[in-house]
Each structure stands twice: as C-alpha cells, then as structure tokens.
C-alpha cells in the first residue's frame, strides 16, 4: 500500500493553523473560556483540519471520517460541559450523519479510497 503522507499542501494545512491562532486569541482574549473537554476537543479539530493538507490522506473516506467524528465530539463536549445550542446540537447531528456516511463508504469501498468531489 502506497504512503498516505507522500506530500504536504501548505494552503490547506495553513486552515488548521488559522483555526488554532482564532482558539487561542479567542481564550487568551478572555472572551471564550472553554472547559477542558472542549479546549480537548478544539485541539482535536485543529488537528484535523491541518490534517486536510496531507496528501493523500486528506482526500480519503478516512480523513473525512475522522473530521466527521471530530466536529460530532466538539458538539458533544460543548453540549454535556457547557449549554445545549443550537450550533453544538447541529454539529452534533451533522457530525454522526457524517461519521454513518462515510463508515457505510468505508465499509463499501474501503478506507483508503479517494472521496470524489
């Protein structure tokens, strides 16, 4: 099996990068003060979306998996530590309708194939 990290895209590693400056002015700021299962998990989404610029990984059914499971964490974490909203209910349902999409992929046409755009 070929290497799922044969190159890097810098624009789109550049993503993770920005969401991680945003969190962390956000909390330093003192305007968002995150319990630790959401700052866990905001890592985690950070993490994620710089993952997007490794290529190939970041064009498979795995990736997207991944990133589906992480923004359904982040809506979890928020919901169970925080307060029910809107948003957090959203990416909670999209995030599990995300995570059985492209597990019935993965199971169909295996993980490491490419999602078509």
């Given amino acids: 099996m070929p ?15 920005v969401v991680a400056f945003v969190a962390v ?10 319990s630790l299962p ?3 998990s905001i890592v985690l989404l950070v993490g994620v979306t710089a993952a997007h610029g490794l290529k190939p990984f970041g064009d498979t059914v795995a990736y997207h998996l991944l990133q ?3 923004f359904a964490v982040y809506g979890l974490a928020v ?11 959203f990416l909670v349902v999209v995030g599990l309708l ?4 492209y597990a019935w ?3 169909r046409r295996g993980i490491w194939t ?4």
């Fill in 25 to 34: 002015a956000l909390a330093a700021s003192g305007y968002y003060r995150p």
């Fill in 68 to 70: 589906a499971g992480a």
């Fill in 98 to 101: 995300g995570v059985s999409n």
């Fill in 38 to 40: 959401v700052a866990a």
């Fill in 105 to 107: 992929k993965a199971a």
């Fill in 3 to 17: 290497s799922q990290f044969s190159s890097v895209s810098p624009k789109e590693v550049a993503g993770g990068v």
């Fill in 79 to 89: 919901v169970v530590t925080e307060d029910v909203s809107v948003l957090a209910a």
């Fill in 114 to 117: 490419t999602v078509g755009r």
